[in-house]
């Protein structure tokens, strides 16, 4: 016999998408926040995540002087703090604690998520955790210590360098990279199941290829860049100094 808590559970015909709860109005105040945090996923994290790989970082496959010419324009929007702040920080903090919440509800309540059993309900926390360690580790040696990249953008790749030539950081590079990309191509599918842009079986299906090649383009994309950083030999970090034709010069600012 159903019980009345699994009786409110979503079924393959009743609007919702096979084993993915929608998001639906009446579920008290966490319907809000549960639609602020699928929407946050695609926008503006998301968007800034696949910029972020596809633009800013495979400009390092171009080589030094390219990437520093992509980290300067960066580094100069208007109001940039701004910008990264409100476009960046925030929605991410929200999203992962959130996330985090989220995971932590539905371990004990498993009647109000019944894709629990499924592999990839479970690899869409895992991937949040790893690429929530990976992104606050980031963030912090990349913008908030060592030399100010927005101070000195020449000196963008060789700090790079410095992390992604030891072994095991460039392997963390790559699980944070292949974490991310897995987390954002499905998230894609979870967000238009949910918000019932795909619907039908056939329709789903599709889509779901397309997110999965998706997701092989963003990780092909970062390997890419990644191998960029460590072909090259290491670039000067030192703020003041550009490297021109392997030598180390002081720079004209
Ligand atoms: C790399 C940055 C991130 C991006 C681009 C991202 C993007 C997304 C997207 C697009 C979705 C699908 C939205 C939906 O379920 O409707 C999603 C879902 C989810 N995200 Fe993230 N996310 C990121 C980081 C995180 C972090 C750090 C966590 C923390 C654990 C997290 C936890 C979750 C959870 C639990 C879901 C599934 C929600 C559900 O099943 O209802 N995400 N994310």
């Known amino acids: 016999m159903a019980s009345a808590a699994s009786s409110t559970a979503p079924r393959v015909g009743d609007g919702a998408v096979k084993g993915v709860a929608p998001l639906r109005a009446g579920q008290g105040t966490s319907f809000v926040l549960r639609r602020l945090h699928s929407l946050s996923g695609i926008v503006p994290v998301g968007a800034f995540l696949a910029e972020h790989i596809l633009v800013s970082n495979s400009t390092a496959i171009g080589g030094p002087d390219a990437y520093a010419r992509q980290v ?3 580094a100069n929007l208007p109001l940039v703090f701004f910008l990264e702040l409100f476009g960046i920080w925030l929605p991410i903090a929200f999203h992962a604690l959130y996330g985090f919440y989220i995971w932590y509800r539905g371990e004990g309540n498993t009647i109000a998520y019944p894709w629990t059993g499924n592999w990839m309900y479970t690899a869409q926390r895992w991937t949040g955790g790893v690429a929530f360690a990976y992104i606050v580790w980031h963030t912090w040696t990349m913008r908030f210590s060592g030399i100010d990249l927005h ?11 410095a992390e992604v030539l030891h072994t095991s950081l460039f392997l963390f590079y790559v699980a944070g990279l292949v974490a991310a990309s897995w987390h954002l191509a499905y998230g894609i599918w979870l967000f238009s ?20 090649a998706f997701f092989f383009v963003l990780t092909g994309a970062g390997l890419a860049s ?12 030192e ?15």
């Open 72 to 74: 300067s324009f960066l």
């Open 151 to 161: 101070a000195y953008p020449n000196a963008s790749f060789g700090k790079v360098q």
């Open 193 to 212: 199941a949910k918000w019932g842009i795909v619907s039908g079986e056939r329709a789903r299906k599709r889509f779901l290829v397309l997110c999965l």
């Open 226 to 237: 990644l191998t960029s950083f460590r072909s090259h030999p290491q670039q000067p970090m």
């Open 239 to 253: 703020p003041g100094t550009v490297v021109i034709n392997n030598r180390q010069v002081t720079e004209s600012r």
